[in-house]
């Protein structure tokens, strides 16, 4: 490599690295103050509880539509299971329904 194309790159890194670190710094477009705080489903115990359970399940197999862990789990199943397990609670099955129940 001769001197012009180690400046080239050299000078097209800093160019690129100061792009990325002023496009960090912008302000995304529609966004109006903080995110409005929720009720909670649960109380802060059914929550502990919920997340210790819920990492005693780390190992389980995936298995797509599955919801127990005698046969595995996808993402949604192994929430449906453990909300219901401990709190009672029956969440909707899907992403979709899962993001509209939380609003």
Same mark, same amino acid.
Request: with cysteine.
């Given at each position: 490599?001769?001197?012009? $194309? ?36 649960? $109380? ?45 609670? $029956?969440?909707?099955? $899907? ?9």
């Amino acid at each position: 490599m001769n001197n012009s $194309s180690i400046c080239r790159v050299f000078f097209l890194s800093g160019a690129l690295a100061a792009w990325l670190l002023l496009g960090g710094c912008s302000t995304l477009s529609g966004v109006n103050g903080p995110p409005s705080r929720m009720q909670s489903m649960v $109380s802060p115990d059914e929550a502990s509880e919920v997340t210790v359970y819920a990492v005693g399940l780390v190992g389980t197999p995936y298995r797509y539509g599955g919801n127990t862990p005698v046969s595995g789990f996808d993402c949604s199943g192994l929430i449906g299971h453990v909300y219901k397990t401990r709190t009672g609670v $029956s969440l909707p099955r $899907s992403v979709s329904g899962l993001r509209q129940w939380g609003q």
